[in-house]
């Protein structure tokens, strides 16, 4: 009798404890589940992150090259305008010599050279610096965007110097100073000048120096935007193939992990129906 007491008592102890842990795997293969929806929430977040982190590399490095054309166009357009404006002030200077240091205020001498500086010299001058003024917006554009990408580890691009900027503070200061020689000349007729070739040759000489300064400048950096796009080009690419290398990586990682989970998934399930694992032997035929 207390064996038959004892037998059901094992048999009774045995049924809980497979119960129990039926149950215990059913609860893990739910956090299976859940894990296998996460894993697969994190596949597809691979994919759609990928594409916007693409699209904002190759905008930038969009942005930065069409800014470094107008630097490297705009410093070609510079120089050609500033040669030309010398040029116009060697014509105004050889006038001035003829100016002597009395000049009489209805000279048409200080007419020709007001004609020279209003319809040749200052217009050559002004386009100069718009021209300049571009250049220098474009390289506060390309040194922003070039301080973002440098914050990516292993991307190292020089900025661009802040001398290219100082263009247009040259023609700018070329620009006051022909503004100046205007002043001047209209004095002239006023006859209120003395020692006129002097006072014309003083301002001809800063703006003259000026000048100078810019064509320096351009000559110094003529091929820094070239060198620049490239190694933003270079950057980029770079950037881009590390994007699609994570991308392919973490893919594979995902799915290999996705394949156990399901695999996991199956054998909790497997053991919940019949209380047992399925069986990992080979049987050979």
Request: charge should be positive; proline fraction near 2%; include cysteine.
């Amino acid at each position: 009798m207390s064996e038959a007491v004892s037998s059901n008592q094992s048999k009774a102890g045995k049924h809980w404890l497979n119960l129990a842990t039926r149950i215990l795997v059913a609860v893990i293969m739910l956090i299976v589940v859940v894990g296998f929806l996460v894993n697969a929430a994190a596949l597809v977040g691979v994919w759609v992150v990928r594409a916007p982190a693409s699209s904002a590399v190759t905008g930038v490095a969009a942005t930065m090259t069409h800014a470094l054309g107008i630097v490297d166009n705009g410093l070609g357009r510079v120089h050609d305008r500033v040669q030309n404006a010398r040029q116009s002030l060697t014509q105004v200077n050889n006038e001035a010599a003829k100016l002597g240091d009395r000049v009489q205020a209805s000279s048409p001498l200080v007419t020709r050279l007001s004609q020279l500086v209003d319809n040749d010299l200052a217009p050559r001058i002004e386009g100069a610096r718009t021209t300049a003024s571009t250049i220098h917006d474009a390289v506060v554009t390309v040194n922003s965007k070039l301080a973002v990408l440098n914050r990516i580890p292993g991307v190292t691009v020089p900025a661009l110097s802040d001398q290219l900027g100082s263009v247009s503070d040259q023609a700018q200061e070329a620009q006051a100073r022909v503004q100046d020689l205007r002043v001047t000349l209209a004095a002239m007729k006023a006859g209120l000048v003395t020692k006129a070739e002097g006072a014309v040759t003083q301002l001809t000489t800063k703006i003259d120096a000026a000048l100078a300064r810019i064509q320096a400048i351009v000559n110094k950096y003529r091929t820094t935007a070239t060198r620049v796009q490239e190694r933003i080009s270079s950057a980029s690419n770079t950037l881009l193939l590390l994007i699609n290398v994570l991308a392919v990586s973490l893919t594979l990682l995902l799915v290999t992990f996705e394949v156990g989970l399901v695999l996991l998934m199956y054998f909790c399930w497997r053991y919940v129906r019949t209380g047992r694992f399925p069986s990992l032997r080979i049987v050979s035929t």
